[in-house]
């Protein structure tokens, strides 16, 4: 079992900055990637970005790309995603996962996942 455990959401204007973090613990080395997807209400969970382990390889949503940044921490077993440039329509839960994954958007092959953290823009 893999457990993780998001910090950093908040409330912030549009425009500003937050980073999340999503600590890992337990049998860390039985996954390839960590991810972060989101869920605004009324609306189905959406990929966000994600990260190999060894850090090489990253995948962004193009609704994110060139605002969010995700790196990885590996001797902290931890992945933070930087959020710049913030906008209302970024709004969400936003949860951190992980798993043994093909695809780095594909939710279906993430195993693990976070409870969730709050991010809130306002306009």
């Known amino acids: 079992q893999v457990q993780l455990v998001e910090s950093g959401g908040g409330l912030v204007q549009a425009g500003g900055s937050l980073r999340l973090s999503c600590a890992a613990s337990?049998?860390?080395?039985?996954?390839?990637?960590m991810g972060w997807f989101r869920q605004a209400p009324g609306k189905e969970r959406e990929f966000v970005a994600a990260i190999r382990r060894s850090g090489l390889t990253t995948k962004y949503a193009d609704s994110v790309n060139g605002r969010f940044a995700i790196s990885t921490d590996s001797a902290k077993n931890t992945v933070y995603l930087q959020m710049n440039s913030l906008k209302p329509e970024d709004t969400a839960v936003y949860h951190c996962?992980?798993?043994?994954?093909?695809?780095?958007?594909?939710?279906?092959?993430?195993?693990?996942w976070g409870q969730g953290t709050q991010v809130t823009v306002s306009s």
């Open positions: 337990g049998r860390t080395l039985s996954t390839n990637a």
């Open positions: 996962a992980a798993g043994s994954v093909i695809r780095l958007s594909d939710q279906g092959g993430y195993n693990y």
